[in-house]
């Protein structure tokens, strides 16, 4: 079945730093992909739409400068949190839809990157 | 607006009691899409069906089945004979045709199982 992969896994670091997120759909291309943000024991929100070639479409309250994304193929998409809090710390996850004519294909979602910042 | 609730917000269990997970959803869209997704303790999402809203047919997969009901906005999900391997959160989705073919996905807050030895 389809793979996302999703790196790194894990992020620890200081405040103050900017941290890049991968997602790569491995055995398909994607022209869209997603980005969601998961606290502890709450559901998953999305951020924003990536869109291979043009700019991220975000979500109401979300801070384009905070998290800028970058979709520069149509395998890859990356997430980078700028000058990260201790607020930011979060679960990130991405996911791809596979393009397929015929409807709504599920989207597939990476393992998800666990960002703590100190 | 399009919106998904998941009342249960835990359920715990014996093993090999059977399970029903409650999903309802609002949307104004005559074409839409439901799923549902396990999220086990690692994290990762693993999909489980996704349904159309034209497909009424309820569906069996193993010891997993789903009940789609038009008429009451529901999608619940059954684990019949739950394994401790059961033991996620699980969330329904739904997902609408947007002019942009984004299709987006809207989470409900999911609901954490608890399956016990």
Redesign the interface.
């Known amino acids: 079945g389809a793979v996302v992969s999703q790196h790194p896994s894990r992020v620890i670091c200081k405040s103050g730093t900017s941290v890049k997120i991968e997602c790569r759909s491995l055995d398909f291309q994607a022209t869209?992909m997603?980005w969601y943000r998961q606290f502890p024991?709450?559901?998953?929100?999305?951020m924003a739409?990536s869109n291979e070639g043009s700019k991220a479409?975000y979500e109401q309250g979300v801070e384009k400068d905070k998290f800028l994304i970058n979709h520069a193929s149509l395998t890859l998409s990356t997430l980078t949190v700028t000058s990260a809090h201790p607020e930011d710390s979060s679960?990130y996850?991405c996911?791809a839809?596979v393009p397929v004519q015929g409807?709504?294909?599920?989207?597939?979602?990476?393992?998800?990157t666990?960002l703590s910042i100190l | 607006a399009q919106k998904v609730t998941q009342a249960q917000t835990e359920i715990s269990v014996v093993e090999k009691e059977d399970v029903t997970l409650d999903c309802v959803y609002e949307t104004r869209d005559t074409t839409y899409y439901l799923f549902w997704y396990k999220q086990p303790p690692s994290g990762e999402l693993v999909f489980l069906i996704r349904r159309n809203s034209f497909d009424e047919q309820n569906e069996i997969s193993g010891r997993y089945s789903w009940n789609f009901q038009k008429s009451t906005s529901s999608f619940n999900f059954t684990i019949t004979a739950s394994q401790v391997v059961d033991s996620a959160v699980y969330f329904c989705a739904l997902s609408e045709a947007y002019r942009d073919s984004s299709y987006k996905l809207i989470f409900g807050s999911g609901t954490r199982l608890l399956v016990r030895p």
């Open positions: 869209t997603f024991k709450q559901s998953l929100m999305l739409t479409t679960f996850i996911s839809r409807g709504n294909q599920p989207q597939h979602f990476g393992d998800g666990r």
